[in-house]
């Protein structure tokens, strides 16, 4: 496989953080701080710019992309890219076993500027194992992402580039991909997308299709000086799409989920955690990455509410609500 020494050199990078001590913080972030410096020489992005075109978010049909400088930000939260890596890599060759005489077709929704899980991960494959469509909302990232891809002559891996609202998006040929890589989250499901992409999107492909992060949840526990007690599961999405029937329109909100108070007297606080469940055995842990921050709640005394009732809107932008019930 023939690439030019800026891809060979991504393709070392990845190669390294697919190698690394999962638990050597210093040493992931090391890797992680040479391939940014590449992306920067690359691109001229440096996280630094103030004109708009680098700070302005865009608004998607809910929720919202990230600005150019996020996008490349958060390539940096290196334990997070670290484990996507991991486990995209693991998802494709999964599926080459799977599907032995086929060429492995990812979509990729969101791909950002620096378009890392192409950029970083087509050098370890060859054309005819891999194919890549991408999509991206921000006309700006779209554009530095394609001229990223000619720069390192990787055009042989892409099919297609979109800009697009992934929310509304009609793939063409949808059931053609193996894999739907789509890394557009926060910490709760907050303002980010992932929700509403994949309930836009997964009724179009096949039955198989496997989904990079496979699921999402957002998981409650109460707290006291003795440790955590577990409360209950508060929002699961692939639970949640798979029962909520597909409608022609978005929906405004997904169907709650009840927490009982009945024996919160004893504890201090509760705590909310978002568990990212990228690829089989490997997910993102509390407070691991930006997308796996716990939100701890006191728990006011006395305890005049019966219950807490958990909601997830999707307008009018992604939003994990909670309602006190008598």
């Given at each position: 496989m023939e690439t030019t020494t800026s891809a060979a050199e991504l393709g070392a990078m990845a190669q390294k953080l697919l190698n690394a001590d999962i638990s050597n913080n210093d040493e992931l972030l090391g890797i992680l701080n040479e391939t940014y410096q590449v992306y920067q020489e690359l691109t001229g992005i440096n996280g630094k710019d103030e004109d708009l075109e680098h700070l302005a978010c865009i608004p998607a049909e809910t929720g919202v992309a990230l600005s150019l400088n996020q996008a490349a930000a958060c390539f940096l939260d290196f334990r997070r890219t670290t484990k996507f890596l991991r486990g995209f890599v693991q998802a494709i060759k999964d599926k080459q076993k799977e599907h032995p005489n086929e060429t492995i077709q990812v979509f990729y929704a969101g791909c950002g500027p620096f378009a890392p899980f192409v950029t970083m991960v087509a050098p370890l494959f060859t054309p005819e194992e891999v194919q890549f469509s991408l999509l991206e909302i921000n006309k700006n990232s779209l554009k530095i992402a394609k001229k990223l891809v000619s720069q390192l002559e990787l055009n042989d891996y892409v099919n297609n580039f979109y800009e697009e609202d992934a929310i509304k998006f009609q793939i063409p040929n949808a059931e053609k991909y193996h894999i739907l890589f789509s890394e557009t989250l926060d910490a709760l499901l907050n303002r980010e997308?992932?929700?509403?992409?994949?309930?836009?999107?997964?009724?179009?492909?096949?039955?198989?299709?496997?989904v990079v992060p496979e699921n999402v949840v957002v998981k409650l526990n109460f707290q006291n000086d003795k440790g955590e007690v577990y409360g209950g599961?508060?929002?699961?999405?692939?639970?949640?799409?798979?029962?909520?029937?597909?409608?022609?329109?978005?929906?405004?909100?997904?169907?709650?989920?009840?927490?009982?108070?009945?024996?919160?007297?004893?504890?201090?606080?509760?705590?909310?955690?978002?568990?990212?469940?990228?690829?089989?055995?490997?997910?993102?842990?509390?407070?691991?990455?930006?997308?796996?921050?716990?939100?701890?709640i006191p728990i006011a005394k006395p305890i005049t509410f019966k219950g807490v009732d958990f909601k997830y809107s999707l307008k009018p932008e992604p939003a994990l609500q909670m309602e006190m019930t008598e």
């Amino acid at each position: 496989m023939e690439t030019t020494t800026s891809a060979a050199e991504l393709g070392a990078m990845a190669q390294k953080l697919l190698n690394a001590d999962i638990s050597n913080n210093d040493e992931l972030l090391g890797i992680l701080n040479e391939t940014y410096q590449v992306y920067q020489e690359l691109t001229g992005i440096n996280g630094k710019d103030e004109d708009l075109e680098h700070l302005a978010c865009i608004p998607a049909e809910t929720g919202v992309a990230l600005s150019l400088n996020q996008a490349a930000a958060c390539f940096l939260d290196f334990r997070r890219t670290t484990k996507f890596l991991r486990g995209f890599v693991q998802a494709i060759k999964d599926k080459q076993k799977e599907h032995p005489n086929e060429t492995i077709q990812v979509f990729y929704a969101g791909c950002g500027p620096f378009a890392p899980f192409v950029t970083m991960v087509a050098p370890l494959f060859t054309p005819e194992e891999v194919q890549f469509s991408l999509l991206e909302i921000n006309k700006n990232s779209l554009k530095i992402a394609k001229k990223l891809v000619s720069q390192l002559e990787l055009n042989d891996y892409v099919n297609n580039f979109y800009e697009e609202d992934a929310i509304k998006f009609q793939i063409p040929n949808a059931e053609k991909y193996h894999i739907l890589f789509s890394e557009t989250l926060d910490a709760l499901l907050n303002r980010e997308c992932y929700v509403p992409i994949l309930w836009n999107m997964l009724p179009q492909m096949r039955e198989d299709i496997t989904v990079v992060p496979e699921n999402v949840v957002v998981k409650l526990n109460f707290q006291n000086d003795k440790g955590e007690v577990y409360g209950g599961d508060v929002f699961d999405v692939r639970k949640t799409l798979k029962e909520t029937p597909k409608t022609d329109s978005m929906p405004e909100r997904f169907a709650g989920t009840h927490i009982s108070l009945a024996e919160a007297d004893e504890f201090d606080s509760v705590i909310l955690d978002t568990a990212v469940f990228i690829y089989k055995e490997h997910m993102l842990e509390r407070c691991e990455a930006s997308l796996s921050m716990a939100l701890q709640i006191p728990i006011a005394k006395p305890i005049t509410f019966k219950g807490v009732d958990f909601k997830y809107s999707l307008k009018p932008e992604p939003a994990l609500q909670m309602e006190m019930t008598e």
